[in-house]
């Protein structure tokens, strides 16, 4: 039985971990402990099958779409379960997810490339358009109109290096951190899918947009822009936090900057003396069913691992191995860092802090 705190000792976390839903135990295989492909591969294929994500697919509508909408209601439709089923790890060509992105696809408006899923908005939605590209090149939907609407968000990207859905509707110049990483993620996950559009120039640009705020603070006065950018909870839905933003360097193989300092800081301050990182309340919306009751969560003590140890294989100004925390040393896993270019692709700051949903 698992414990209900467990240990703070590196293995026995491991252990822990490793008792988890096949949607965290692959990824620990393949990023903190460094197992043969064979074995992470295998158990990656049984989050179709069991658990978290065989409930989800489980969920899907007859007509390929999920609580019977295309981006409504949240968190349950056809737009955020895909999200999240990517997030757990359901492969690439998954004929269930393949079938509900093409409804996706086929539902949108575009406008000028840009598109929208939101009946009351008559224009095009970039926060939207990321997450169907991300979609699309995650899970391998031959969708014609991708490169194009790729080219589409790379005409969105603003003076700052960020993006902002509201830029359209309300003429915001500066970047948003929501839609910033929203659209930086479905980019990488355009990149590694090895779609033809070169957007590696406009990734740099974007994370500039992230270095130039320390990851999640104001550039006019310093301040945190917005304390529940320190909560992380799983799935993000279209919110930014500091260990998605984080994820974000890691996942594009990003060499560790110091301006991302004390945002590490505030995820290792958020460390529990277990060992491990808390489940935090999910985003209000509907629920397909709970990935963890209270207390330690796998999913975030995983992530947070990872990302530990990726900072610290490549820690400005050197790295102590007295100073690493983490499973075995954050697993001593200079793999993280190198194993981000395999991983398969997963909004900011306004002028003052704006928590706006992208409809």
């Known amino acids: 039985m698992m414990p209900a705190q467990p240990s703070s000792d590196p293995r026995a976390i491991e252990r822990w971990l490793l008792r988890g839903d096949p949607a965290v135990r692959w990824q620990v295989m393949r990023d903190l402990l460094d197992s043969p492909p064979e074995q992470w591969r295998a158990e990656r294929a049984r989050v179709a099958t069991h658990g978290w994500g065989a409930r989800l697919l489980a969920a899907q509508d007859s007509d390929d779409c999920w609580a019977r909408g295309l981006y409504s209601p949240k968190w349950t439709s056809t737009t955020y379960t895909l999200l999240l089923l990517e997030r757990l790890g359901v492969a690439r060509g998954h004929p269930q997810a393949l079938a509900g992105c093409r409804k996706l696809w086929q539902g949108a408006r575009f406008y000028g490339n840009g598109l929208t899923l939101a009946r009351t908005v008559l224009e095009p939605e970039t926060c939207i358009t990321g997450m169907l590209v991300l979609l699309a090149a995650s899970f391998g939907d031959d969708e014609p109109r991708l490169d194009v609407t790729v080219q589409w968000l790379l005409g969105q990207q603003l003076r700052d290096g960020g993006w902002n859905c509201e830029s359209i509707r309300c003429g915001s110049r500066h970047g948003s951190f ?53 909560r ?45 990182w808390p489940v935090y309340r999910p985003h209000p919306g509907r629920q397909w069913l709970p990935l963890e009751a209270q207390g330690p969560s796998r999913l975030s003590t995983l992530r947070a691992l990872r990302v530990l140890a990726w900072w610290e294989a490549g820690e400005p100004g050197g790295c102590n191995a007295g100073q690493q925390q983490g499973l075995r040393a954050t697993t001593g896993s200079a793999n993280a860092a190198s194993g981000a270019s395999q991983t398969d692709a997963r909004r900011g700051e306004t002028i003052t802090p704006m928590m706006f949903d992208p409809v």
């Open 178 to 230: 929501h839609t910033s990483i929203t659209v930086l993620e479905a980019l990488l996950a355009y990149e590694q899918s090895g779609g033809p559009v070169e957007v590696s120039a406009a990734m740099a640009a974007g994370r500039e947009f992230f270095l130039e705020h320390h990851l999640y603070r104001s550039h006019r006065t310093g301040e945190v822009a917005d304390p529940s950018f320190t």
């Open 232 to 276: 992380f909870p799983f799935p993000p839905q279209w919110h930014f936090d500091i260990l998605r933003g984080l994820e974000h360097f890691r996942a594009a193989g990003a060499a560790p900057d110091e301006r991302l300092g004390d945002a590490i800081d505030a995820l290792r301050q958020r460390r529990r003396s277990d060992g491990t």
